[in-house]
């Protein structure tokens, strides 16, 4: 069975701060990870992918995140904050492609 | 780019309804998914079909059908809509092979009173 548990509904943080948001999954099979972002009124947009290289995985617009197996964590980061960062984050997991657990979000807050 | 197209953005119908929602994607994928979103629930997968006069349901396809007789286009069907059916569609497509990009559509938003 696969799950994402994303920890935290709302993160807020003020612009030039860094960020963190949570993710934790449980999966049976060596799983391929992901982000999306979606930006109001806008689809979700792929931020970054793991599938089994490098455990430090770069996006775009300045956002990573690191496999964690030890952990069963894909937590997302980014250095410094901009407002146009605000947005609702989604962790992933999925073993074959056609099916993508998705978590139930984060809603990234940017103060001035 | 990818585009995945959604005929609605916000649709309106009553209980008991048939609703159509259709989604073209232009870029001969062969893999297209129906999710509904909620708030609170993240997306959560209704059908998927690898290949044409494919389908394959997903996670909670109670309520729902889909019809796909052309590459391009994947319709999700209410056959006779419920109130708890109200929420955020969005449709998504991807590549073969080891392509695992999803590509989304910008959603259709359904109020079924």
């Known amino acids: 069975a696969q799950s994402v548990t994303q920890l935290d509904s709302h993160v807020s943080v003020s612009e030039g701060t860094p960020v963190l948001l949570r993710c934790n999954y449980s999966?049976?099979?060596?799983?391929?990870l992901f982000w999306y972002v979606q930006h109001p009124n806008k689809g979700l947009q792929l931020l970054l992918k793991?599938?089994?290289?490098?455990?430090l995985v770069k996006g775009i617009n300045g956002f990573e995140a690191e496999f964690k197996k030890s952990e069963t964590s894909f937590h997302l980061t980014k250095p410094s904050a901009h407002m146009s960062d605000a947005a609702e984050y989604f962790c992933?997991?999925?073993?074959?492609?056609?099916?993508?657990?998705f978590g139930s979000g984060t809603k990234l807050n940017v103060k001035p | 780019d990818v585009k995945v197209t959604q005929s609605s953005r916000y649709l309106v119908k009553r209980t008991g309804e048939k609703v159509f929602l259709e989604c073209v994607q232009d870029?001969?994928?062969?893999?297209m998914f129906w999710y509904r979103q909620d708030p609170g629930l993240g997306l959560r997968l209704i059908y998927f079909?690898?290949?044409?006069?494919?389908?394959e349901k997903g996670d909670i396809p109670e309520g729902y059908s889909v019809s796909r007789e052309k590459k391009e286009r994947f319709s999700l069907i209410l056959e006779s809509a419920s109130t708890n059916q109200t929420s955020m569609y969005l449709c998504?497509?991807?590549?073969?092979?080891?392509?695992?990009?999803?590509?989304f559509g910008s959603g259709t938003q359904l109020s079924v009173l």
């Open positions: 998504a497509s991807r590549g073969e092979g080891n392509n695992e990009k999803l590509f």
């Open positions: 793991y599938t089994s290289a490098a455990t």
């Open positions: 992933v997991v999925s073993h074959n492609f056609n099916k993508f657990y």
């Open positions: 999966s049976s099979y060596s799983p391929s």
């Open positions: 870029m001969d994928h062969e893999n």
């Open positions: 079909s690898y290949d044409v006069k494919m389908k």
